[in-house]
């Protein structure tokens, strides 16, 4: 008899998968975690009921909070990651060789171990000698943080539980006091199909504190509606004028330069929430 995992991404409607059994699953101080194989999208981390990551899927998310910040910025050398304790954008970060530090900052260190321990193509790079890992709540991080990052990612969980204060207007302006003064920020920004109200909102915030901000989009097969959205603050570089010489090699299975532009190309109903 088959067992079935459902999220429910809104009250009316969800995503229903078979698992083939479940890896690990505990109550830890911040959230539900559970690892589960899927027989689909192979082993996958859920927070609180709700799918963070999968081996099938997760280069998509994490190549595309990564890569579009830190090919617009000409020379990333220290980068911030907020959440991400599964280790995928931390990966994706070190392809850059400008990159000199990369910190991640997650308030779980349950997160880590067990992605570390069933994840580890996602996490494996999390003990690399650039990396400063710590076990930490990212928005206190951010308050005691000034000129420093030339990058910060926020790769946290849903506007719920110990991520609420990662959507905030005060957050935000925190991100810009913690970057230098050409720095760039990158924050998921859930999907326009249910959390229309809150991409606008977060664009406001941000608009009101970074002269160039936008909104790309990503196809997440396994995120709530599968159209996943991210939002972009930049104090100086304009993530759409990024010269050519810009772009050296690395290896991705979603990104490409192309589609770096391609991305903020947005649908009707998309750019009517980012006016
Ligand atoms: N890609 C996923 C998404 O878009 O929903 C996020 C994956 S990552 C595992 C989310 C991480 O955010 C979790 O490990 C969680 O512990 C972390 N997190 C939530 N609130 C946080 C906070 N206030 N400070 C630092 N990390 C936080």
Do not use: C
């Not at 078979?18 to 505990?26: A, F, M, Q, W």
């Not at 997650?106 to 193509?121: M, Q, W």
């Not at 000129?147 to 719920?160: F, R």
């Not at 936008?214 to 004028?241: D, H, M, Q, R, V």
Request: charged share 25%; no cysteine; hydrophobic share 40%.
């Amino acid at each position: 008899m088959s067992i079935w995992f459902t999220e429910k991404q809104t009250e009316n409607f969800g995503i229903t998968m078979k698992v083939n059994r479940t890896l690990h699953t505990e109550q830890t101080e911040f959230q539900k975690l559970d690892m589960i194989e899927t027989e689909e999208w192979g082993n996958m981390l859920l927070l609180d009921d709700m799918v963070m990551t999968s081996q099938r899927d997760e280069f998509v998310y994490h190549e595309m909070v990564a890569h579009v910040p830190l090919f617009t910025h000409p020379n990333p050398e220290n980068v911030l990651v907020v959440g991400g304790g599964d280790g995928g954008v931390i990966r994706e970060i070190l392809k850059h060789p400008s990159v000199k530090k990369a910190t991640l900052v997650d308030i779980d260190g349950k997160v880590i171990e067990y992605s570390k321990k069933f994840l580890p193509e996602i996490a494996g790079m999390l003990e690399d000698p650039r990396v400063d890992v710590q076990v930490g709540d990212g928005f206190m991080h951010i308050a005691k943080s000034e000129n420093e990052y030339d990058v910060i990612m926020v790769d946290s969980t849903e506007p719920v539980g110990p991520a609420v204060n990662l959507f905030t207007k005060g957050f935000y302006a925190g991100i810009s006091k913690a970057l230098k003064e050409d720095g760039i920020f990158v924050a998921q920004s859930d999907n326009p199909w249910f959390k229309a109200d809150l991409i606008r909102d977060v664009q406001r915030d941000v608009k009101e504190i970074f002269p160039i901000t936008s909104l790309y989009l990503a196809n997440i097969p396994t995120y709530p509606s599968g159209l996943w959205a991210f939002t972009i603050g930049s104090k100086k570089y304009n993530p759409l004028e990024v010269a050519e010489e810009r772009f050296h090699e690395i290896e991705t299975k979603y990104y490409t330069k192309e589609l770096h532009q391609a991305a903020f190309v947005l649908p009707k109903f998309v750019q009517d929430l980012v006016k």
